[in-house]
């Protein structure tokens, strides 16, 4: 067995051991040995995952593969962690007497995500599922707000009964194919795809990143969560943990393969997110609400291409995973020096009346990031969305594209009542925004890459299929 595959998460597994060991030490020095030991951990884990992407191998008696796939999408996991790991210098509504906490409940779950990737047996799944899902629950409700105990318990109960049926459904999986390799199953899936059984254990397993991804139906805990969670934990759940259920739902439907029924299923669902998740964002005040109901819409351009089942279809997905990741941290990043700066965790859209006059790069970022989300060129967003609505339109998936451009429509309405409280509102203060240097690094590379990657994407998007290809069972 060779370990040097398992590289990112030995690290990571000792970066945990010595977050246990800073809980001894004083809480001044464990707060202040965080601000450095975070970033630098998300910089060791980018590039050790950097040089592991052309690898390839089998650990644990078959159960956890190393692919492009694997990799690939552990790097967009290392880059959103680093990202979060900047903007949690920014932690103020963290208690100081829970910040190594914190720490250690940020890389547990950042661990159960990537192994998530490389999961290729149920049960090593859902081990690494239930790694992360319970350090995320803990994330949410350490916030110093009477509310967040109650998101936290709300965010628990959901991801409860979403893992009893997603246990459920891998049941009849298992009992149909005899085991519990997906590789196995991938092999009799075929012979097993007429079996009413065989499509309903499907659906019922695949309820549960339903779940991690706020699509609808499992949607609804989101916007306490986001709303009441501290931001950096609310950008870390609203990136990530999208991003690593995209790469399971790629893995099983490579091993299933997708059913009619079960496309239907998934077109109603990519529907009604998407229009649920714009409509009510309409009306939305609280900034981290709204971004919120706008992450249930993104949910559902996710759909998209998922259903498509085709090379296209979970490339494209790949792609606008990244790019989501970029576009929603550079939004949370302004969300977050905003809240510091007015000192409210949860800003208002009027908080940020006049922020172009305060910090115009901060603007100019919120600006790019919104856009981007709402799919204008030549951003990022708009690449992703592109190529995600000419992946389901090869098949035949007209109406669903349709909808989802009207959405996209829609949702200009309420970036843009952000974009003009930021642009043409009168600030309450004159006082300039001041941001740290790494802040300001982290912001500058976001908007560079919204960018570069909206202007020149093949390089990415040739990487996203050659991965797909390197993960066929």
Not at 43 to 63: K, P, Q
Not at 243 to 265: D, K, P, Y
Request: hydrophobic letters at 55%; one cysteine or more.
């Amino acid at each position: 067995m060779d370990l040097s595959l398992f590289v990112p998460e030995l690290i990571l597994l000792g970066a945990i051991a010595y977050l246990l060991c800073l809980t001894l030490s004083s809480r001044q020095i464990a707060g202040s040995a965080l601000n450095i030991f975070l970033p630098g951990l998300g910089m060791i884990l980018m590039v050790s995952t950097f040089f592991t992407l052309g690898h390839s191998g089998v650990l644990f008696s078959d159960t956890y593969r190393i692919d492009m796939i694997s990799q690939g999408f552990k790097l967009v996991l290392a880059l959103s962690f680093l990202l979060v790991a900047v903007l949690s210098c920014h932690r103020i509504s963290i208690p100081r007497d829970r910040e190594v906490e914190y720490g250690i409940f940020l890389s547990t779950s950042l661990l159960g995500m990537m192994m998530m990737t490389s999961a290729v047996d149920i049960l090593t799944l859902y081990v690494s599922m239930e790694l992360s899902s319970y350090s995320l629950y803990l994330l949410s409700a350490l916030r110093r707000d009477q509310r967040a105990p109650e998101a936290g318990v709300k965010y628990l109960l959901f991801g409860a009964a979403a893992s009893g049926v997603f246990l459920w459904g891998m049941s009849l999986l298992v009992g149909l194919s005899g085991t519990t390799s997906l590789a196995g199953i991938a092999a009799q899936a075929p012979a097993l795809v007429a079996q009413p059984a065989f499509s309903l254990g499907l659906a019922f397993a695949l309820f549960a990143f339903l779940f991690k991804l706020s699509a609808f139906p499992l949607h609804f805990w989101a916007p306490d969560v986001y709303e009441s969670a501290a931001t950096p934990v609310t950008s870390f759940i609203a990136t990530a943990s999208k991003a690593a259920a995209v790469a399971i739902f790629i893995r099983i439907f490579m091993a299933t393969g997708l059913s009619a029924g079960l496309i239907w299923v998934l077109g109603i669902l990519a529907f009604l997110s998407m229009t649920l998740g714009n409509a009510v964002a309409l009306v939305q005040q609280d900034v981290k609400r709204l971004l919120a109901y706008s992450s249930i819409a993104q949910a559902g351009y996710l759909l998209l291409g998922l259903l498509s089942g085709t090379l296209e279809g979970y490339s494209s997905s790949f792609f606008y995973a990244f790019a989501y990741v970029l576009m929603n941290t550079a939004a949370f990043l302004v969300v977050i020096v905003v809240a510091e700066s007015s000192r409210h965790d949860n800003p208002q859209i009027s908080h940020f009346n006049g922020l172009a006059e305060r910090s115009p790069f901060l603007a100019l970022l919120l600006l790019l990031g919104l856009l981007s989300l709402a799919g204008i060129p030549p951003l990022a967003g708009f690449t992703g969305k592109w190529i995600l609505f000419s992946a389901a339109m090869d098949q035949g998936h007209w109406f669903l594209v349709l909808w989802a451009v009207l959405n996209s429509v829609v949702s200009l309405f309420y970036y843009l009542t952000l974009v003009k409280h930021v642009y043409l509102k009168k600030p309450e203060t004159a006082q300039p925004i001041l941001l740290s240097t790494g802040t300001k690094i982290a912001a500058f590379l976001l908007l560079v890459s919204l960018v570069l990657l909206g202007v020149f994407p093949n390089a990415f998007i040739t990487f996203t299929q050659q991965a797909i290809l390197s993960g066929a069972f």
